[in-house]
């Protein structure tokens, strides 16, 4: 049966960090390509960041570069996100995806508020 169970979401003052995981388990994780996603009230889900396979590649949208960080670990089939200097604006339900030809999992998504 396959997974993606997100955590480390939570309440952050603006400015503060957070580290989000996403554990896989029920394929083969490191042949997948791992990517972030949000969604916040009343809005569309916009793409955060991706990685490759084996870690190499990663991207981000303009608004994330220096500010989130995406890496793997492949031996503990687990993906993260290393959000910094966190706005108000990044406010919303965090999801990891995995994705591989047709293949494309989802998790449930971890709630991330910032908030003072």
């Known amino acids: 049966q396959v997974q993606l169970v997100e955590s480390g979401g939570g309440l952050v003052q603006p400015g503060g960090s957070l580290r989000l995981s996403c554990t896989a388990s029920?394929?083969?994780?490191?042949?997948?390509?791992m990517r972030w996603y949000r969604q916040a009230p009343g809005k569309e889900r916009e793409f955060v960041a991706y990685?490759?396979?084996?870690?190499?590649?990663?991207n981000y949208t303009d608004s994330k570069k220096g500010r989130f960080t995406i890496f793997r670990d492949n031996a503990k089939n687990t993906v993260y996100l290393q959000m910094n200097s966190l706005k108000p604006d990044d406010t919303a339900v965090y999801y990891c995806?995995?994705?591989?030809?047709?293949?494309?999992?989802w998790g449930q998504g971890t709630q991330v508020t910032v908030s003072s």
């Open positions: 029920g394929f083969t994780f490191s042949r997948y390509y």
């Open positions: 995806n995995a994705g591989r030809g047709r293949d494309d999992y």
């Open positions: 990685i490759n396979f084996g870690g190499g590649s990663r």
